[in-house]
């Protein structure tokens, strides 16, 4: 059964662990990464874009197949199914759809308007059970036509985000999606570490967690992070073992054809993926 967020990342922030959060784009997705938590008896968090709800045929669709995947698999862990950048309408049709957890990034708004929606999005979440992510400070690169510049958010404005009752909050520290560029500066500890001093408890998100060093990643987590998103190197790793597949030829042997025969590399690819994030993070064995 999907639970919301809120309990397990409070949980994380307590131990001084973080839970991945990582981001789902078809069925050998979302097993890989389930199935794998449940080895590891580790909490997960499956992240849902706009762009990967519509390439999946809907969030209704998305909930059914994970719903089916916890069930027939026998997922005991703590699993929440949460939206990712989700627009003000995409959260309510998330809320309508069955996610246990939605992430409203108003970051783009003057800093009012994000406060008024988010102030109402926090009702209708918490209405429902439903934990809320938001964000401040836009997080750089680019994710589904978001474009940011890896910039600091205000420590002050995160106050008044988290002052409004969401869950766990996303503020940028100089971090971004996808890979990182060889000039990045790395994130910015001192914006980190203002912001949990005003914050208090509220566990704290990173985005954009491909790329960011293991010492990076730990002394981060030490500062108040509990949820750290994973995308992009699930999607490095699934392709190159996809393409090695390919190069050797494999499709040309037997039945080497046959989908299940092709995805079972890149779902393998990233089962290890998320083992190594998980044991970074610290999450193994806290379900």
């Known amino acids: 059964m999907l639970v919301s967020a809120t309990e397990m990342?409070?949980?994380?922030?307590a131990g001084h662990y973080a839970v991945g959060q990582f981001n789902i784009n078809n069925l050998e997705w979302t097993k890989a990464i389930l199935l794998t938590a449940q080895e590891l008896n580790s909490p997960v968090i499956l992240g849902v874009s706009e762009g990967a709800g519509k390439y999946m045929g809907g969030y209704k669709t998305v909930v059914g197949m994970v719903n089916g995947l916890l069930e027939e698999q026998k997922i005991t862990v703590p699993v929440a199914l949460h939206l990712d950048h989700g627009s003000y309408d995409h959260c309510y049709k998330c809320l309508e759809a069955g996610f246990s957890s939605i992430m409203f990034d108003g970051s783009h708004y003057p800093i009012d308007e994000n406060v008024a929606k988010t102030t109402e999005l926090v009702k209708a979440a918490h209405d429902k059970g439903v934990s809320i992510e938001a964000e401040v400070g836009a997080i750089g690169g680019e994710e589904d036509g978001v474009i940011g510049k890896g910039e600091c958010a205000d420590p002050n404005e995160c106050k008044s985000i988290a002052d409004l009752g969401v869950d766990f909050l996303a503020a940028g520290i100089g971090n971004i999606h996808g890979k990182y560029p060889e000039n990045w500066e790395g994130l910015s500890f001192e914006t980190l570490?203002?912001?949990?001093?005003?914050?208090?408890?509220?566990?704290?998100v990173l985005h954009g967690g491909t790329g960011i060093p293991a010492d990076m990643i730990k002394k981060a987590i030490t500062l108040g992070v509990a949820k750290i998103n994973v995308?992009?190197?699930?999607?490095?790793?699934?392709?190159?073992?996809?393409?090695?597949?390919?190069?050797?030829n494999k499709d040309q042997q037997g039945k080497g054809y046959d989908p299940r025969k092709v995805l079972?590399?890149?779902?393998?690819?990233?089962?290890?993926?998320?083992k190594e994030k998980m044991e970074l993070f610290g999450s193994v064995g806290k379900a």
Not at 193 to 204: H, V, Y
């Open 264 to 274: 079972a590399p890149g779902f393998e690819a990233i089962k290890a993926t998320v």
């Open 193 to 204: 570490d203002a912001i949990q001093q005003l914050t208090g408890d509220l566990p704290l």
């Open 231 to 248: 995308n992009t190197e699930c999607q490095l790793s699934f392709t190159a073992a996809t393409r090695k597949y390919f190069e050797e």
């Open 9 to 13: 990342l409070n949980k994380a922030k």
